[in-house]
């Protein structure tokens, strides 16, 4: 598996690495065939542009100028169509090449001419284990790539995701052993606290419930306050009376301030007695049922760990031997038709057979039938020009001869004209 991974990692990165390498070189292509374009236009507008001042100089100048346009124009027509003619035969043979080593094996419903190239050493060195036909045909589909690959010849996810054939995992499952006879859940220092609290909750709380259900005061204050209030009133001593009736303030104050607040922490204080008598008998019982269980868990530790170990260790590897089959299951089944589908491969060699078949091998294929035609017309208005240029040279001449011979006509007549008129008055 390790080593179809590294094979298709190369690959890929030979083929970024191509397209990294060869993305600049098409774009200096487009930019330079631009400007290719653009200077053949200008090269023809020039050529059109000397011919059309050939006629203009024709309707108001002397045939030497237009004769000197039509050379002119003659001149740049021979630089300009030789260099149209390479530009001509470089994109010919562009268009050419693309269309018979390119776009006719992207349109070769077999793909043969594809295969064979995957098949050479430079690409894949080796015979591909499923036709391009069936695989392109699958990923037309959406179809998953394992199966539209065809790796299940060179990678069979059965046999890779057999856990059981894992050496390294057979080893790491037979090294899991557990070790309970060293356990101690009943330690010496538990022990020791459980006993500690249990003689802690065995102290006995009703000697000192009755000791505090005591009471504060040996008397009432309340009715002896009352009884000297009555005193008072029926003694006669004023001095007496005040001073009575000052202890009988005091005594009340102190029944108000002093006792009634100790008797009301007194019963609290009973209450929460009472309470905590209540909660510590069923903690002590508890204390004991818990010694109980943890010196029988000890001994049953002690007496059956391996037993327990080899349960335990069991029931893990059983546990984890399911979570690998639902692993392997869920790899098979998504691998056979869930992820990894193939349809950008399709896409991708859709997108490319558009871009160099339509846009491009189109454009280049117009741009050099453009080329042609205008050589054609350049070919043909060369010698027109040149022939004009020459009718040119010889029409000045002509003209002026023809100017003496009229002339030469004309006098003639014009001296017997004469000669009559002074032979007339003889």
């Known amino acids: 598996m390790e080593a179809s991974n590294s094979e298709l990692v190369k690959q890929l990165e030979f083929a970024r690495h191509l397209v990294d390498y060869t993305t600049p070189y098409i774009i200096v292509f487009e930019h ?29 100048s002397s045939g030497d ?19 149209l003619w390479a530009v001509f035969l470089v994109t010919l043979i562009l268009s050419s090449h693309t269309e018979m080593l390119i776009c006719r094996p992207l349109h070769d419903s077999n793909y043969s001419t594809m295969q064979a190239i995957l098949e050479t050493r430079i690409f894949l060195g080796k015979k591909l284990s499923i036709p391009l036909k069936d695989l392109f045909e699958k ?18 996810l ?19 052993k557990v070790q309970l006879k060293t356990l101690r859940i009943f330690t010496p220092y538990l022990q020791q606290q459980l006993h500690n609290l249990l003689y802690a909750c065995g102290l006995n709380l009703t000697e000192h419930r009755i000791a505090i259900q005591e009471r504060i005061v040996n008397k009432d204050l ?43 922490f007194q019963d609290e204080l009973l209450y929460k007695l009472a309470a905590l008598e209540l909660q510590v008998k069923p903690l002590q019982q508890q204390i004991n049922d818990s010694l109980t269980n943890l010196k029988t868990i000890q001994y049953y530790i002690d007496s059956q760990s391996d037993k327990i170990a080899q349960l335990k260790t069991k029931l893990y590897t059983d546990r984890l031997a399911n979570y690998l089959d639902q692993w392997r299951f869920h790899v098979l089944s998504e691998m056979g038709n869930g992820v990894a589908k193939c349809r950008p491969l399709w896409d991708v060699m859709e997108g490319i057979k558009l871009l160099l078949c339509s846009h491009f091998l189109g454009n280049l294929s117009g741009f050099w039938f453009a080329t042609f035609l205008c050589i054609v017309i350049m070919i043909a208005s060369t010698p027109t020009a040149h022939v004009l240029s020459l009718v040119y040279k010889k029409f000045p001449s002509v003209v002026k001869n023809a100017n003496l011979v009229t002339t030469r006509t004309e006098d003639p007549p014009t001296e017997t004209n004469e000669q009559e008129n002074w032979n007339t008055p003889e």
């Open 65 to 83: 100028k237009i004769r000197l346009t039509l050379l002119c124009g003659v001149f740049m027509a021979c630089i300009i169509s030789v260099i």
């Open 32 to 60: 330079v065939r631009w400007l290719v374009a653009i200077g053949a236009v200008l090269c023809i507008l020039l050529i059109w542009l000397l011919l059309l001042g050939a006629l203009f100089c024709r309707c108001g």
């Open 139 to 156: 990923c037309r589909e959406n179809e998953p790539a394992y199966p539209a690959f065809g790796l299940g010849n060179t990678m069979k």
């Open 222 to 264: 309340e009715a002896l306050s009352d009884q000297l209030d009555k005193v008072t009133e029926q003694m006669s001593d004023r001095l007496t009376a005040r001073s009575l009736e000052t202890i009988v303030i005091n005594m009340q104050d102190l029944n108000q301030r002093r006792v009634k607040p100790l008797m009301r």
């Open 158 to 176: 059965e046999q890779l995701t057999a856990y059981w054939t894992w050496s390294g995992f057979t080893r790491i499952i037979l090294k899991i």
